[in-house]
């Protein structure tokens, strides 16, 4: 891979893109990278040292799969339909859809669970169910500083994945919220205190939720959580997967592991094409969100 500066980006090819771990594309973005998939390429800035510029071949003859993550795919869906010529020259699209309990950490989310139930059957139906990882992520508890109230967001976890199983779900990606500076600042300035537990507080709350999972036949598996790996029920996540793409496509696939995510990350390698100021500002404006710089 070889990448340039702002006046000289050259071009990086990659069998997977990501779009985006940094911020949430198909809610919000779809007009652009529209625009880019038909140009062919995009330019990327790298989010440590913008002066680095990466431009990212989006033919259909270098890429083989994209990994789309949402909280919010019924514009990704709308679109779909009517450019269904244009998604459809790639092998495989796959889907990190997560799913939360809806809570005052998520007021930017103003669709159902009900609607996006039916989301998630559109996409299971229409790329079948190897094509949709389901994420409920992240597992967070918190105070509110007027209350001093312990909460969390885990009131729907039961109702969410009885759903999700009738649609013929069987594998559930979490992770507990990690308490970055800048999350623990902005959840600050929105009136909560954010709560890091510890690893046997953790694991009785995961013995909980694998109960409610394996009445269902739902496997649940740690993003990022090498902790919690011991938890007889847990098995390490694959985000981005090489091997269940390979199943998909019929067909070889790179697997190199992701170096450029956290050091637990069971993630293959893939290019990102997202980022995090200017247009890329996620609108959902999650309190504990690990992406935004922001406070409000």
Known sequence: MVVGSKSNPKLVRSEIISCSRRTDIPAFLMDWVIERMKLGYVDVVNPFNRKQIS????????????????????????????????FDAYKAHTFQFTINSPSELEKGIQISLEERFKQAKWLINTFGI??????????????????????????????????????????????????????QLRMDFRGYIPIELSIDKKKSVLNRLLMICSKRNIEMKACCQPDLLTVKGVSQAHCIDANKIETIIGETVKKVKDKGQRENCGCHKSKDIGGYTGIFQCKHNCAYCYASPSKN
């Open 55 to 86: 431009r990212v071949s989006l033919s259909a003859q270098d890429v083989k799969a994209w990994v789309w993550w949402s909280k919010n795919f019924q514009d990704w869906i709308q679109v779909y339909k009517s450019k269904k010529q244009l």
């Open 130 to 183: 190897p094509s949709l990882n389901f994420r409920f992520d992240p597992i967070i508890f918190y105070k509110v500083k007027e209350t001093n109230k312990l909460k969390n967001n885990l009131d729907r976890f039961e109702y969410i994945v009885d759903h999700l199983s009738h649609l013929g779900v069987k594998e559930l990606i979490f992770s507990f919220a990690t308490i970055y500076k800048k999350v």
